[in-house]
């Protein structure tokens, strides 16, 4: 049985930075629950050890995942404190247990700094949005690991059929 890494928000934990969670009301996240699929992770509090609530962060000049794991960007919260340390620890952390589970999909939380597949802020803390990758979603991909956002799990079912044949 394929396992699936999926932000924690989304399964209710109460992790995001503002305390609150993104819980998903998807048939799909609920069937795989039942079945024993789902891995829940939160790289930012259960990998980096950042604390909930804790100040929101983005990535400078909407830079995306793999500058800040090249060292080319930095991870900066709204006071400008400098959790590049954190978001790389925790995007670590997620990589190691989807290896140790044998994942090969994760359905992270779409817009954050850690998780966001298709779009990040940009870094201004004005809430705009920019094509890119949070620095979890990155690694992962970096691993082979394939990222569908919460928008697409009927991709992710697809994706999951075909490495079952």
């Avoid at 609920?30 to 789902?38: D, H, I, S, T, V």
């Avoid at 940009?122 to 569908?148: M, N, S, W, Y």
Wanted: glycine share 14%; hydrophobic share 45%.
């Amino acid at each position: 049985m394929e396992r699936i890494l999926v932000s924690a928000c989304l399964m209710g934990q109460r992790v995001r930075y503002d305390g609150g969670a993104k819980t998903s009301s998807d048939e799909l996240l609920a069937a795989w629950k039942a079945e024993g699929r789902l891995v829940p992770f939160c790289a930012e509090v259960e990998g980096g050890g950042l604390p909930v609530p804790r100040p929101a962060a983005e990535i400078e000049s909407g830079a995306g995942g793999a500058a800040v794991i090249a060292g080319a960007a930095r991870v900066l919260t709204t006071g400008g404190d400098d959790v590049t340390a954190a978001f790389l620890s925790g995007a670590q952390a997620a990589l190691a247990v989807a290896t140790s589970f044998g994942v090969r999909v994760a359905i992270p939380k779409e817009g954050s700094p850690s998780c966001g597949a298709l779009n990040i802020y940009d870094g201004t803390f004005r809430g705009r949005r920019t094509p890119g990758q949070g620095v979890t979603t990155a690694l992962l991909e970096l691993h082979g690991i394939k990222v569908f956002t919460e928008e697409h799990i009927a991709d992710a079912a697809a994706y999951l059929r075909d490495l079952d044949r």
